[in-house]
């Protein structure tokens, strides 16, 4: 496609259950980037890809947050046993290399944890 | 201490008026810096992007680095309603890349 594509766009579950965020980068991006911005906030790094591999996971708040990448392209990230603190809206973004950082966004995902 | 600081305001300006938007970094390896516009409920799209220090003139936009004070800016002139948004600043470089760090955002309102 031409953009960055998130689904679902909106999400609602309860407290407990799993969830899974898709993300599906530009075309020929090596690099994929997944960001959370809560409420009136900023966006804070959750995880990064090169590829298929993630060399900096740090981000990541739990180990109820995972992500995987395959074939270099689509990503998915998978929040197990999700709580209300983890209501926010889930931003994916990729870009053609690791270092000048033109990142190009999705519309992102909101997620509400009843 | 974070590695991008940003005032996130709010800040509110009548039409016309000339926009200030700031941030600092504490990473002296920080070499890349941008800055991202984010309208409501949409994902953030590049506005400038500056490697090292100086200025960069896009438009009624520019952007601003001062490695020296590790400070980066960007003016908005002649501010108009639909410059209402929310703006990152974004720095990167040395041995950071991969984990982009982003400033918190500086929301801006200009009124009619």
Known sequence: GAGVSQSPSNKVTEKGKDVELRCDPISGHTALYWYRQSLGQGL?????????????????PSDRFSAERTGGSVST?????????????????????????????????????? | QKEVEQDPGPLSVPEGAIVSLNCTYSNSAFQYFMWYR???????????????????????????????????????????????????????????????????????????
């Open chain 1, 44 to 60: 804070e790094f959750l995880i990064y890809f090169q590829g298929n591999s993630a060399p900096d996971k740090s981000g990541l």
């Open chain 1, 77 to 114: 990230l998978t929040i197990q046993r999700t709580q209300q603190e983890d209501s926010a809206v889930y931003l994916c973004a990729s870009s053609l290399g690791a270092v000048t950082g033109e990142l190009f966004f999705g519309e992102g995902s909101r997620l509400t944890v009843l």
């Open chain 2, 38 to 112: 984010q309208y409501s409920r949409k994902g953030p799209e590049l506005l400038m992007y500056t490697y090292s220090s100086g200025n960069k003139e896009d438009g009624r936009f520019t952007a601003q680095v001062d490695k020296s004070s590790k400070y980066i800016s960007l003016f908005i002139r002649d501010s108009q309603p639909s410059d209402s948004a929310t703006y990152l600043c974004l720095a990167t470089g040395g041995t950071s890349y991969g984990k982009l760090t982003f400033g918190q955002g500086t929301i801006l309102t200009v009124h009619p």
